[in-house]
T-cell receptor, first 110, second 114 residues
Framework: RKEVEQDPGPFNVPEGATVAFNCTYS??????FFWYRQDCRKEPKLLMS???SGNEDGRFTAQLNRASQYISLLIRDSKLSDSATYLC???????????FGPGTRLSVLP | EAQVTQNPRYLITVTGKKLTVTCSQN?????MSWYRQDPGLGLRQIYY???????DKGDVPEGYKVSRKEKRNFPLILESPSPNQTSLYFC?????????????FGPGTRLTVL
């Protein structure tokens, strides 16, 4: 079983749609959680950290459920520029070792 | 400009020919890391370094070496490359401050081993 699993995708949605990404992790001792965004042929960039209480940044909302070992990312009012691959990332080993999910590709269509 | 640089960006080599991919950051970060990215597998951590002269294995260290003699540089060494090391490699440095924990990635090095 993979340590971090994500929806396989791809997700093709129209502009303005709301889209949700799911991620599960296997290590219950994981310390911290993130969503990164990766554009085609580019390096990953931090989108947002995920806190236990849930957090929101503009159109993006991230939630963490430690009991279910589940992380989510919600994008509201999606834009063409949101088209990218979204990577779920979990921090293990007392914060030193990062485990990335395989990513879910999103295409926002005009 | 704060950045992580990698060189070379593209490299085609042959099996067994030693190579080094350089990584440098100008943000004075203590933590640096190397990843490889393969289709369907996502990014996998090869090695990381918490500070100068401190390195540790990630999930896929076999066939790789690293060194951290100074804070800004973290080269990745392939002593005897093999075709299964054909991949896209990313170096990253990490900033942790209060509630902030961010990895900054270099632009990537696409390596092909024939």
């Amino acid at each position: 079983r993979k340590e971090v699993e994500q929806d396989p995708g791809p997700f093709n949605v129209p502009e303005g749609a709301t889209v949700a990404f799911n991620c599960t992790y296997s290590n219950s001792a994981s310390q911290s959680f993130f969503w990164y965004r990766q554009d085609c042929r580019k390096e990953p960039k931090l989108l947002m950290s995920v806190y236990s209480s849930g957090n929101e940044d503009g159109r993006f909302t991230a939630q963490l459920n430690r009991a279910s070992q589940y992380i989510s990312l919600l994008i509201r009012d999606s834009k063409l520029s949101d088209s990218a691959t979204y990577l779920c990332v979990v921090n293990d080993n007392y914060g030193q070792n990062f485990v990335f999910g395989p990513g879910t590709r999103l295409s926002v269509l005009p | 400009e704060a950045q992580v640089t990698q060189n070379p960006r593209y490299l085609i080599t042959v099996t067994g020919k030693k190579l080094t991919v350089t990584c440098s950051q100008n943000m004075n970060h203590e933590y640096m890391s190397w990843y490889r990215q393969d289709p369907g597998l996502g990014l996998r951590q090869i090695y990381y370094s918490m500070n100068v002269e401190v390195t540790d294995k990630g999930d896929v260290p076999e066939g790789y070496k690293v060194s951290r003699k100074e804070k800004r540089n973290f080269p990745l060494i392939l002593e005897s490359p093999s075709p299964n090391q054909t991949s896209l490699y990313f170096c990253a440095s990490r900033r942790t401050s209060g509630n902030t924990d961010t990895q900054y990635f270099g632009p990537g090095t696409r390596l092909t081993v024939l």
